[in-house]
């Protein structure tokens, strides 16, 4: 008797209370508390509730999960809460399939289901899973800190140069030149993919999740806060009463290509390649990442790199289009739709800074085209640099300079050295007041200086950055 209770306690033991000890921080990780959503979504953060003046908590269902948990069993229509069992088949031996990842993952479901798009990892001899990468530390959040994001330092512990991965490269003159600067997914990623032009609308009234499409064939380039990297990224556009709205952070589907990474005229335009976004950009300063074709109902997005200009909210533009029908109409394929505008409202660019002048002119980006905003139509009497604000600052500033004729503007910020950090203004300007955003993350502390010249006029001035 005693054996039977000592082998009914030991499988309980291995079966129950092991797992459980396996993820002793569950309550703060990503999968339980699903910040993810309010962090993006919330007026207080920024985003898209500042223009639709709508709580989350009446959009309908704001945790993520499947049609039926791991075990095969549907989930409730109200009282939803995160549990072991979204993952975990708990009547079983407690596994982990790829169908219970994608059940909530629904960008690489598409991905890999609708757009078939190959990955190197995936395709492998022995295919990967998304366990194989994503170890489960990371999924129960063992280290104990409860993130806002997927995108917050930490939340993410898998990097394609990390312990039992791609701890060593290739030596060539391709990663020579970019490891440091460049992520791998930057040259190694053949697609990402984005939600485009959401009716929040449905949403709202029907709590039915309708966009008019998925796109792919691009990659957006930005840097990446979390470690100063250029890096891919996606955005959600949204319309809602005739507001538009774009959500862009730096993510990348697992689109991974080996042999047929981008090589210099895929990116370089003055290194003759032929890239749709770099030639709309010089031919007048900005770019049109979608057009509405009202004849038959689509639209025409760009395709390959697309560089996300460091004026990116004037700069960057899509056609924003809103659903005809009723918006508790099934989320089907469907062409009624019409134009609204192609202004964006508000553009939340999370995790991640544009791309600065430097880098833009690295590509063969016309930098002379760069928007800097125009503050009074009034002509000043003379030709001025203002004290940056704030400062000290932390990690953006503004700088104010005066032209009291038409000049040939340059703008540079230096460090403590004389090292030039960022062109922030270069071109020809018209008289009047003029206003520049500086972001010096991934900057150290310490004092820098930023200095404008033209023809009759230099002047240098010291600003302090302080993290």
């Known amino acids: ?83 072991c069992v979204d993952c975990h088949a708990t009547n079983s031996n407690w596994d982990v399939t790829q169908n219970d990842c994608l059940g909530c993952h629904s960008r690489e479901a598409s991905i890999i289901n609708v757009h078939q798009v190959p990955d190197v990892h995936r395709d492998a001899s022995t295919p990967f899973v998304c366990k194989d990468c994503h170890k489960k530390e990371e999924l129960h959040g063992d280290d104990g800190v409860e993130y806002a994001s997927m995108f917050d330092p930490g939340a993410i512990q898998t990097d394609c140069q990390q312990a039992g991965c791609h701890t060593s490269v290739a030596n060539n003159s391709a990663h020579n030149q970019h490891l440091d600067n460049i992520h ?35 990659i957006i380039l930005v840097n ?51 890239i749709p976004a770099i030639d709309d950009w010089n031919a007048g300063g900005g770019i049109k990442f979608a057009t509405w074709n009202p004849a038959d109902s689509t639209i025409t997005t760009l395709t390959g790199v697309v560089p996300l200009p460091v004026d990116y909210k004037y700069s960057f533009k899509m056609d924003f289009i809103s659903y005809n029908g009723d918006p508790s109409d099934p989320p089907t394929p469907s062409k009624n739709w019409s134009y609204v505008k192609d202004e964006v409202d508000g553009f939340q660019l999370e995790y991640a800074t544009p791309l600065t002048t430097d880098q833009m002119e690295s590509l063969g980006m016309d930098i002379t085209l760069v928007n800097v905003e125009r503050q009074i139509n009034s002509i000043p009497d003379g030709f001025n640099l203002e004290q940056n604000y704030p400062n000290p600052f932390n990690p953006t500033t503004t700088i104010k300079f005066s032209l009291a004729e038409r000049s040939e503007v340059e703008l540079v910020v230096y460090d403590a050295l ?50």
């Open 418 to 467: 004389g090292n030039q950090i960022e062109t922030l203004v270069r071109g020809d300007h018209d008289a009047g007041v003029y206003e520049v955003d500086f972001d010096a993350t991934g900057l150290t502390s310490g004092v820098y200086f930023y200095q404008i010249k033209m023809a009759s006029f230099t002047e240098t001035k010291k600003l302090v950055l302080m993290k």
């Open 1 to 83: 008797m005693k054996k039977i209770t000592l082998l009914l306690t030991f499988c309980f033991v291995i079966g129950y209370v092991l797992p459980s000890l396996g993820q002793g921080n569950f309550n703060t990780s990503l999968h339980k508390t699903r910040n993810g959503k309010p962090t993006w979504y919330n007026s207080e953060n920024g985003g898209f509730e500042t223009l639709t003046n709508v709580p989350m908590s009446e959009l309908g269902c704001v945790e993520c999960h499947d049609a039926v948990d791991a075990n095969g069993d549907p989930y409730p229509a109200t009282g939803y809460t995160p549990d």
């Open 184 to 218: 791998c997914t930057s040259c190694h990623a053949s697609t990402n993919l984005a939600c485009y032009n959401c009716h929040f609308e449905s949403q709202v009234d029907a709590h039915v999740k309708r966009a008019f499409k998925q796109v792919t064939d691009f």
């Open 224 to 274: 990446r806060t979390k470690d100063g990297k250029v890096h891919p990224a996606t955005f959600q556009s949204l319309s809602y009463e005739g507001n538009t709205w774009v959500a862009m952070g730096p993510s990348v589907a697992h689109t991974i290509t080996k042999d047929n990474a981008r090589t210099c005229s895929d990116c370089h335009a003055n290194f003759g390649g032929s």
